[in-house]
């Protein structure tokens, strides 16, 4: 995810932004036991203890390693234990893994932190160079990734608990206080332009800056309710094999899906596990943690689409969004000019464009200032365990 760009931010901004943005990620641990941090109760979900080791990783090796002399690691062993997915760098602990090692402990990876931010100040005190700025501006957004991520993998893994945890009494994030929009928004079609423009900072799916031709459409200006959903549940939906894409049959019935991710029929009342506890189904707010099977067998069913990306971002001020991350009807597949990056940062993006399906937005768990218009997601067509929802159009 490396800006082709320089990105508009001083050195004194970047140190100030880092500092924050770090220590919101210890915010979010507070409510947290220690042995919260460890279990991975599937491979998709990463432990909270990896995931904040991780992005301190990611400052260390392509940081630190690289731009302050004398610079001495923390511990060499996590150069194995925390990198992720960047063959550049060497091996790696398999994913599916992480959950399993006790050490190092908890405490010990906040000093891991520590250590790390203290170098950092170093760095930022010393003065950047234009490539160290890039890199320092991908770790901040790479820690807001991950922010979003300790939040939907914690949540997984407490739903995998009988005893139904409670991370905090007010985070819920799938209740929407303010009312949605209705109807269609008719966007007339023509060429348009799509992808980053400016001089701040975006990652390089974004880019190139390109045009595309978009027939006359309509999409909704609100998200697909819960109580769409459920009339979708009670028509027979999950049991309509003409909704289904041939994969996501499949899907349903190799791992019976019959709801939504953390939703429960009890004795008639549709519930859900949240991070807030378990707490009834509300009719009004948008549908979440939806897959994009269900999504694309929730559009047929209505006799309607799912937006392509280029039409969302087409139509994007038409409507309100950030409360859900959308699936749309696109292939993450490369931008015209899309070039991959030299070094472990190549490894980013470009490698993922394959057999996945572009989201738009935003979700309520996302990080206060990631996001934007042109912004990426994606993921495979049968997750649901982040806060993914639907928007129609026609």
Not at 87 to 95: A, D, M, P
Not at 112 to 130: C, I, K, P, Q, W
Not at 261 to 275: A, D, H, I, K
Not at 279 to 303: G, L, N, Q, T
Request: charged share 25%; glycine share 8%.
């Amino acid at each position: 995810m490396q800006p082709t760009q320089s990105t508009t931010a001083t050195a004194s901004e970047l140190a100030k932004k880092y500092r924050e943005v770090r220590a919101c990620t210890e915010r979010l641990c507070d409510p947290l036991e220690t042995e919260d941090y460890v279990p991975q109760p599937v491979e998709d979900v990463s432990p909270v203890r990896w995931n904040i080791a991780h992005t301190t990783w990611f400052f260390e090796e392509m940081v630190l390693s690289n731009f302050l002399e004398g610079y001495k690691v923390f511990d060499p062993a996590y150069r194995f234990l925390f990198n992720s997915y960047y063959n550049s760098i060497g091996e790696r602990t398999v994913r599916n893994k992480r959950g399993d090692l006790s050490r190092p402990t908890v405490g010990e990876i906040f000093e891991y932190r520590a250590h790390v931010d203290s170098a950092m100040n170093e760095v930022f005190g010393r003065g950047l160079t234009r490539d160290a700025e890039y890199l320092v501006e991908l770790g901040i957004n790479h820690e807001q990734q991950h922010q979003e991520l300790l939040l939907t993998d914690l949540k997984y893994t407490f739903s995998m608990n009988p005893l139904a945890p409670v991370y905090k009494n007010d985070v819920i994030l799938v209740e929407e206080e303010a009312p949605q929009e209705r109807g269609f928004a008719e966007i007339e079609g023509g060429i348009r332009e799509i992808g980053y423009e400016g001089d701040g900072f975006c990652f390089d799916n974004e880019l190139t800056r390109h045009k595309v031709f978009l027939g006359d459409f309509s999409i909704a200006r609100g998200l697909v309710t819960n109580a769409d959903f459920i009339e979708f549940i009670e028509d027979g939906g999950y049991g309509d094999f003409r909704l289904w894409h041939s994969e996501g049959w499949d899907w349903v019935r190799g791992n019976d899906v019959t709801a939504p991710l953390y939703w429960n029929n009890r004795s008639g009342e549709w519930n859900q596990f949240t991070l807030g506890g378990i707490r009834a189904v509300r009719p009004k707010d948008p549908v979440c943690h939806i897959s994009f099977y269900e999504a694309s067998a929730f559009a047929v069913w209505k006799a309607k689409r799912l937006p392509t990306e280029f039409e969302w971002e087409a139509a994007c001020e038409d409507f309100g969004w950030g409360r859900r991350w959308e699936w749309t009807n696109s292939a993450y597949l490369p931008y015209p000019g899309f070039k991959v990056a030299d070094g472990a940062v190549g490894e980013y993006n470009g490698k993922f464009m394959v057999n996945q399906i572009v989201l738009r937005g935003a979700s309520a768990a996302t990080s206060k200032g990631h996001s934007r218009t042109s912004y990426r997601n994606f993921f495979h067509p049968h997750l649901r365990w982040q806060f993914t929802g639907i928007r129609l159009a026609d």
